[in-house]
């Protein structure tokens, strides 16, 4: 029997190692690939993609069977796009502290921005200039999906994932004690036992 597919996205940082302990904890059970974004981290770039439109297609052009889709924040945008594009391949979602392209101006969220620049001066700045909205959409997705949330992220809080969780049609929602923005690879143990159980509750 085929073991199922992940297909992992990193946030904005594009960083490929970000979700490798969560990848190594479920290798036993489910094969698994980390989609790099062009142009960031350690991926190279790519001719004609020059706008996060065209990176989202890339993205969504990267899913070509059935699989289920794990993504850290602004990665969750394109999780939310890819599964609005191809419903009938993505079988599942788990959402990390991501906005899922909501708006967040009434949410108090820090402002990463600056600091990003800052931190990441060779990437290209779609990330921060993108207004990629999905909240009117987000009804349609069908697939089951689990959201996680840092009990102590400023930059997407709580009340993010609670929003979230009220627009979705299959979901669940689960708060990580103490986790900050990066609890994904902090708590890597605690996550990939929540994803591990989510996935095998809605295995198709």
């Not at 069977?65 to 924040?73: E, G, R």
């Not at 419903?87 to 990463?112: K, M, R």
């Not at 902090?186 to 994803?195: K, N, P, Q, R």
Request: proline share 5%; with cysteine.
């Amino acid at each position: 029997m085929d073991m199922k597919q992940i297909f992992f996205l990193p946030g904005a940082s594009g960083s490929t190692q970000f979700w490798h302990p969560v990848q190594q904890a479920l290798a036993d059970t489910y094969q698994s690939h980390v989609i790099g974004y062009p142009g960031f981290g350690r991926t190279p770039s790519i001719h004609n993609l020059n706008n996060f439109e065209q990176l989202t297609d890339y993205v969504i052009s990267q899913i070509q069977q059935p699989c289920y889709l794990v993504a850290q924040s602004m990665g969750g945008v394109f999780a939310v796009a890819a599964a609005l594009a191809k419903p009938e391949l993505v079988q599942g979602l788990v959402l990390a502290a991501t906005s899922g392209g909501i708006n967040l101006d009434h949410f108090h969220v820090a402002d990463w921005r600056q600091m990003y620049k800052e931190e990441y001066l060779t990437h290209p700045d779609w990330f921060i200039t993108t207004q990629t909205r999905y909240e009117d959409q987000l009804q349609h997705i069908q697939c089951p999906s689990l959201l996680l949330w840092g009990e102590i992220d400023p930059i997407s809080p709580i009340a993010v994932g609670e929003y979230l969780q009220q627009q979705l049609t299959q979901v669940e929602l689960y708060i990580i004690a103490q986790g900050q923005h990066h609890f994904a690879k902090t708590h890597a143990d605690e996550v990939s036992h929540l994803i591990r159980t989510f996935l095998a509750r809605h295995e198709q």
